[in-house]
């Protein structure tokens, strides 16, 4: 192993270039001039957010777009990050080289550049890999999206399909068992999202507020709701699934549950957001332009909470918990 | 202990009162408007950069402090930072509450607000406890001093004294002996670092270059050579140390060797700056009016790297590796 310096220019300052105020990470800190700045910073942790064994090349672009999907969720353009490693003690140049790698493809992608960061190693033996990612966005002249817009009689929406990653990571750990197919596409969903970056961008000025779904489509409708101070009403059968979701919800006994359940997974990264009913046909263009699918899934009422509601309107029992970091 | 929302409502919400852009820690991101943004990001690890019997409070102002200081060196106030923790597994509420606390008290004393960040526990059992600080400052006109602008014939200069911090690691360690007085003053010094931001913000339009002590006097004049292209020729006898620091090296049958030792070590967050000798009486009023010691140790020349000098201009055998994260 080469050591801190080196790998630094090695593998990191050449992922800099497109930031000249990053100096090449020649610097103690990066010089920014950008306009109406958003920032969010998100930590990955090997055990919590992803596992061992995943390549690093891919726990590299997660970490990227959790973040990612934030910034597009508030309405805004991601522009670049700061990186933050802390390495397991002994880590191998491959293995740097590996997430170096995942992060110039997804650079690409995604049009962002590293500006900074601090790379270290931890001391404690088998102590896990983390990761953290501050990103760094620029909203139109629409504003940063919140999550404190949505009013009574807006609709809501969501992109995508909701609670695939759930699914895959089920599959991943051997807790539940899929076609083939199915299982590479829902495992791909879990271990690499796809940030809606485009739609985000095109919601600014239309949704009234606007929050990624990475705690689970009903968490994250709370966090609206409370937010907001509306409630919100999501129709069960609206929700958009995909053909193996679909697949699994029809082996269910209740499907209505499962449903719910699939509400419940999170790491989904699609954008859930309000919009006024006025606005159905701004919403549908911003879904053709960016080519997103996005579905009307229920509404914001008067009150407090999520409901999600079967054909009949009743209601549905969910588990609200979510993933707690600090649960006893 | 409680879930994880009521401990940032509890805990990190009332740190954001002072960032409207905050939004109460209630979004995904935050929103900002800062002009000529300077932003830099370190982390620091259980066993690595603070020991793990080190109170919380004490840990929370060396991470909030560090980066101070590398904003400092770049001649810029902090406003706020981004805050990212990796608790460890089966964290109990009051270490949270006393981390804090702990930024809270440097918060008020450094006027900064905490803007945003993410919160999250270890699943892995006695994984170290992690944190990731993105500070963010704004130059003032004079813009961000950067590491590259020394230049053969200008000053070197350095604040407060030297080599406190690592005499008070090897106190803290039991791998050196001192009298109490001074073992209390070298411990605080490791353990509570001053960054020097008033001079730091009095330097802009002064200083050619500028950095943080961190990896030592040194290995970061090293880094003002190598990346100005200069040779920096510093005065062994020119460098400030503290009168614990005298007495140590006094006792030493070398004492050349004891400077040189501890012109290696690190933790010090002094300023290491350059300055054209036409700058002198600037550079002294800089360090009157902000009352802040400043000693001029030695002098930018052509060439490459880094020379300690004795009172007869030969050069004192130094250790140059520094700390090396990923060193074998």
């Known amino acids: 192993m080469t050591g801190e310096f080196d790998i630094i220019a090695k593998y990191f300052a050449p992922l800099s270039v497109d930031c000249k105020g990053a100096f090449n990470l020649g610097d103690d800190a990066a010089s920014l001039s950008v306009p109406d700045v958003v920032v969010t910073k998100d930590l990955l942790v090997e ?7 995943d390549a690093r090349s891919a726990v590299a672009k997660k970490a990227l777009r959790v973040n990612l999907s934030d910034i597009a969720a508030k309405g805004a ?6 990186l933050g ?3 397991p003690s002994g880590v191998k140049e491959e293995a740097i080289a590996d997430f170096a790698a995942g992060l110039g493809e997804d650079q690409e992608l995604f049009k962002i550049a590293l500006m ?42 969501v992109s995508g399909t909701i609670g695939d990653a759930g699914l895959g990571l089920a599959a991943l750990n051997a807790e539940m068992k899929f076609p083939a197919a199915h299982k590479a596409y829902l495992t791909g969903r879990y271990q690499l999202p796809s940030p809606r970056v485009f739609l985000g961008g095109a919601l600014g000025g239309h949704a009234s507020s606007s929050i990624d ?9 709370g966090h609206i709701a409370d937010q907001s101070n509306v409630a919100l009403d999501i129709f069960a059968e609206k929700i958009p699934l995909s053909e193996a979701a679909l697949a699994f919800v029809k082996k269910q006994d209740d499907q209505n549950a499962a449903i719910a359940q699939l509400a419940g997974y999170g790491d989904d990264y699609e954008i859930l ?3 006024p009913a006025s606005r159905r046909r701004s919403i549908e263009m911003a879904a053709q332009v960016t080519k997103t699918p996005v579905a009307r899934i229920g509404t914001a009422v008067k009150g407090k909470g999520v409901r999600l509601l079967d054909a009949e309107d009743a209601e549905i029992a969910v588990d609200r918990a979510g993933y707690d970091h600090f649960a006893a």
Do not use: E, N, Q
């Open 213 to 221: 779904v990475s705690d689970g489509l009903i968490a994250d409708a």
């Open 85 to 87: 490693c802390v390495w």
């Open 273 to 275: 957001f309000t919009a």
């Open 47 to 53: 055990g919590v957010h992803f596992r061992a064994k």
């Open 116 to 157: 900074g960061g601090d790379t270290t190693a931890h001391v404690a033996k088998g102590a896990p890999f983390t990761v953290s990612i501050t990103m760094i966005g620029t909203t139109g002249s629409a504003g940063m999206i919140r999550r404190t817009g949505a009013a009574p009689g807006d609709d809501v929406y």
């Open 77 to 82: 353009r991601s522009i670049g990050y700061f």
